[in-house]
């Protein structure tokens, strides 16, 4: 099975990458997480990304904040998926990070998830393996049946309260 990347702009980022790193461990997904920054060891990040696929990985998550070009930086470096996790800093609670992830240039396309999503960038990372791993696909469709019967079990708990 391909691996995912992660990588960081900042160590600062870890509790919000943890949440990514958690749910690919629940789907038995093999992945590594690094700490790159576009600005301060682009040739580093650049490196990572350009051997990506030559090193298994098959999808790039990049989490950053504020000017947030992590994840534009890391798709220009290869043609593997890219998800940008534009994360919340305490200036413009992640807006910035939002806006500087999701506006990228034509040609270099990043998917962006919410302001610190980083289990959906993780669920979509799953989702894209998962079109060439069966078993990962199989696994996606128990966790929505088990998604559902929560949601319908708490409707029938407020229903039973109320």
């Known amino acids: ?4 990347g992660i990588v960081m702009g900042s160590d600062s980022d870890l509790p919000i990458v943890s949440k990514a790193v958690d749910t690919l461990r629940a789907f038995g997904v093999p992945f590594e997480v690094h700490v790159y920054s576009a ?3 682009p040739a580093e990040a650049a490196e990572f990304a350009r051997g990506a696929e030559a090193n298994g990985f098959g999808v790039l998550i990049a989490a950053a904040g504020m000017a947030a070009h992590l994840a534009g930086a890391i798709a220009a470096q290869t043609t593997l998926p890219v998800i940008g996790i534009p994360c919340q800093s305490n200036t413009l609670d992640g807006i910035d ?3 500087s992830t999701v506006q990228m240039p034509s040609g270099i396309p990043v998917a962006t998830v ?5 289990t959906n960038a993780a669920l979509l990372s799953v989702e894209i393996l998962a079109l060439t791993e069966p078993t990962l696909a ?6 929505r049946v ?8 708490k409707d029938r708990a407020i229903a039973d309260r109320l």
């Open 1 to 4: 099975m391909k691996k995912v």
């Open 39 to 41: 600005h301060r060891t």
């Open 97 to 99: 990070a939002l806006l």
């Open 114 to 118: 919410a302001i610190n999503g980083a």
């Open 138 to 143: 199989a696994k996606l469709k128990e966790k």
């Open 146 to 153: 088990k998604d559902h019967e929560a949601v319908i079990e």
